[in-house]
């Protein structure tokens, strides 16, 4: 037992020496506990909430494009007499630094993700992670403390994006949770460094859990869902990013599911995150979604009950005021101070492993320099994965790759000059965007390219229709750039979205732009339709009539210069969809409902637009040479797929090989097929590779009616090939492969360590 002395010696309270807390060589989890033994019940609480605005933030307002705006955002009090600066710990990446400063702008996550490459996604992680340090040691060294400029970032959204309509799929990895996974737990890992002792930043998977609109709903909302569905479903992506990224932070929702407030829930805080999975991290509510718990839930009648809730279910960090409310709830026997104390313990241990209380010369990423703000060779990565995400969804009659000889090019629609629909949300300001029309300008080699808006984005006028018909009758093929942008789908309350809603109305293009596209293919210039979006959209016409189709999403600053190089052929779109595409909403259950049946191309029967995985190509590929090795594994161990895939085209371009698994008589219901492993491959005419892949047993296996995982005895059929088996635009006997694994005996995975959708 340590003696008084003892004690005090350590806390630095003997002959003026330096508290533990600000000794580097002393394990965080003390130094964390010694601060915080130092501040009162006020002081501690003053950290887990919204603050006023500190004092020695210069800026008092914060640049956007548009200006400079008032800020209100997430500030922890100061605390001069610890020598604890005030913090801010609001901040955004999710295709990039949000907000302050310029910032390069990569492709908006469905984007990212429709480029299947995890890969490329760690190094995006990682330009925008350099960005953020360089951001905030600027911030450092010139004493003006800025808002976003801080080191814990509310990023990324890994939701499932199970219905078209929501506003906020943009923000997504889509709808497949080993998909989304395998691109998640990349961008955590990179957000997050490897640096053995320190943090880079803290990234915050978002939303947990079972979140994805309607977003009107969202504050008072109860997403009712079977255990099936959430363990199967819902979960998988959240608990890659804690099990396998070792993600620091994590975001309640606004929602219920079942009843319970996701941001008090006992059962998915306390139960499932940190006692099944194990997360040692903070969990932030999202933005005033404590408040809903009186407001919208109508769960407590007061802020200080409020908080009290939350807290206890595992909530340590209000994106709001409402856990300023704590000190008068601990006066009132509501919570203990021990309770609030490891709330804070959590909060200043991700900031003493980001190097916030240590010598700059101790954190390796202290020293990264401004220069790597918007720097060249980031904006060059931002092209490449604009490139990469671009998906061919239809080619008629070798339209593309146009001809560098053509004379004339319309570019038509209303995003076709826009630079707004580059962002998408949650983006930042880069130095220079590209539209569609300035990268078909600076590409066109001797073609004059004519412009013409055509119609609004939404509304009803026609009025632009005269010139569009009449550039395009003057043209050799005439680009039309149409689709939706932010101000049509987006976050609920965002002022530029007020008069249309958050969700999508429908799936259709919106206002007349199906009307203009009709009217110009009506000319018979043969057409080349550019969509750009954040989700799938009902192209039925256009994919009848339009001879070529190209979906863009909202690619970045550089998303000009990457449709222009997919129209001309300098390189081959190799992007594959994240989502089903569908012909209607008539193909969908009602919106509010969150069970799986008939949702996603895991348990859609009918026949959609454009599948899941869907991507055509200018080469062909051949596919050769399954192996299965065992045929019969025994359960809990693994099995190997491997495949030969050879470009038997003219021209070097990239293949997404993809391996389904089925399941052929389950005795529990199981998705009608499941993605368990990709890989992107880009191939020279003539190249070829074999691919293996490593099923895990937890890949195998199903979920029961409990929510329990579970191997049982049976046959499974096994697809590898450019798609989804028997799925439009994979021909069978050259795109695609199947064999079948039967698995022996049985195993219950329940207590199993790792997460099934794991490689």
């Known amino acids: 037992m340590k003696t008084e002395k003892q004690g005090t010696e350590e806390r630095g309270g003997a002959c003026g020496s330096r508290p533990l807390y600000l000794d580097p060589a002393a394990p965080f989890e003390r130094r964390a506990e010694d601060l915080i033994s130092r501040m009162t019940i006020e002081q501690k609480v003053s950290q887990m909430f919204n603050s006023a605005r500190p004092e020695e933030c210069v800026a008092r307002e914060y640049r956007t494009r548009n200006g400079w705006m008032p800020c209100s955002l997430c500030w922890a009090t100061a605390i001069p007499e610890l020598g604890v600066p005030s913090y801010e710990w609001w901040n955004e990446c999710l295709h990039g630094c949000a907000s302050s400063w310029n910032a390069t702008v990569f492709p908006q996550a469905i984007g990212m993700a429709a480029t299947w490459n995890p890969d490329l996604i760690h190094r995006i992680g990682t330009a925008i992670s350099d960005e953020a340090r360089a951001k905030h040691h600027e911030c450092l060294r010139t004493g003006k403390i800025e808002p ?180 008068h709830a601990a006066t009132q026997g509501l919570v203990k101070e021990d309770e ?32 790597v703000i918007d720097c060249e060779a980031y904006r060059e990565l931002a092209l490449e994965t604009a490139r990469q995400s671009m998906v061919l969804l239809k080619n008629e009659a070798g339209l593309l790759p146009l001809r560098d000889d053509l004379a004339c090019i319309a570019v038509i629609g209303p995003n076709a000059d826009d ?74 309350n965002h002022a530029w979205n007020s008069e249309l809603g958050d969700d999508r109305p429908h799936l259709d293009l919106p206002g007349v732009q199906e009307d203009l596209l009709k009217a ?38 550089e998303g000009g210069t990457a449709v222009a190089e997919a129209l001309f052929g300098d390189f081959s779109p190799g992007g594959r969809l994240p989502t089903t595409w569908y012909r209607s909403l008539e193909d969908l259950p009602p919106f509010e409902d969150y069970s799986m049946a008939g949702r996603t191309y895991r348990y859609f029967a009918g026949e959609p637009l454009y599948p899941f995985g869907y991507g055509l190509s200018y080469a062909r590929f051949r596919y050769s040479d399954l192996r299965i090795s065992p045929e019969q594994p025994e359960a809990g161990t693994s099995a190997q797929i491997s495949v030969s895939v050879e470009n038997v085209g003219e021209r070097a371009a990239d293949e997404v090989v993809q391996l389904y698994l089925s399941h052929l008589a389950p005795s529990h219901q199981t998705p009608l097929r499941a993605l368990q492993g990709f890989h992107r491959a880009h191939l020279r005419p003539g190249q070829r590779e074999e691919i293996v892949f490593t099923l895990s047993s937890a890949q195998m296996s199903v979920v029961d009616e409990a929510g329990d995982r579970i191997i049982e005895p049976g046959e499974l059929a096994v697809s590898v090939g450019g798609g989804q088996p028997g799925s439009r635009g994979v021909r069978c006997g050259e795109n695609a492969l199947a064999g079948a694994l039967r698995i022996l005996g049985r195993l219950a995975l329940t207590s199993q360590p790792g997460s099934a959708h794991g490689e």
């Open 419 to 492: 630079q707004d629909v580059l962002r998408g949300n949650y983006a930042g300001t880069p130095s220079r965007e590209v539209t569609v029309l300035e990268g078909i300008r600076n590409r066109a080699r001797r073609a004059r390219v004519l412009h013409a808006r055509g119609c609004d984005l939404s509304g009803a006028s026609r009025a632009g229709f005269g010139e569009a018909v009449r550039i395009a009758s003057q043209a050799d093929v005439a680009v039309m750039v149409m689709g939706s942008s932010a101000a049509w789908e987006s976050e609920e």
């Open 520 to 557: 110009v293919h009506d000319t018979g210039t043969p057409v080349v339709l550019v969509l750009m979006a954040g989700g799938g959209l009902a192209v039925n016409w256009a994919d009848e009539h339009v001879p070529a189709i190209v979906t863009a999403w909202f690619p970045g600053e």
């Open 340 to 371: 609030i104390d490891s709330a804070v313990q959590r909060l200043f241990l991700a900031r003493f492993r980001l190097g916030m209380f240590d010598p700059p010369e101790l954190v390796p990423y202290a020293n990264t320099p401004a220069s």
């Open 148 to 327: 976003h400029t801080g080191l814990t970032y509310w990023s990324p959204n890994v939701n499932i994006f199970r219905d078209p309509r929501w506003g906020r799929g943009q923000e997504t990895y889509g709808e497949d949770p080993y998909l989304a996974a395998r691109i998640a737990v990349a961008f955590v890992r990179a957000l997050q460094g490897d640096d053995p002792k320190y943090l880079k930043l803290v990234a915050t998977p978002k939303h947990f859990a079972v979140h994805s609109g309607p977003e009107k709903l969202r504050h008072s909302f109860d997403a009712h869902v079977s255990e099936r569905d959430l363990r199967d479903t819902y979960l998988p992506v959240f608990e890659a990013c804690v099990r396998e990224g070792r993600a620091a932070s994590v975001m309640a929702a606004y929602n219920r599911v079942n009843g319970e407030p996701a941001v008090a829930s006992k059962r998915l805080l306390s139960g499932i995150l940190r006692g099944e999975w194990g997360f040692d991290g903070f969990v932030v509510a999202d933005n005033c979604a404590t408040t809903d718990l009186h407001t919208g839930h109508r769960v407590t009648a007061t802020a200080a009950e409020a908080a009290a809730l939350a807290l206890k279910a595992g909530c340590d960090l209000d994106c709001g005021d409402v856990l300023g409310a704590l000190v």
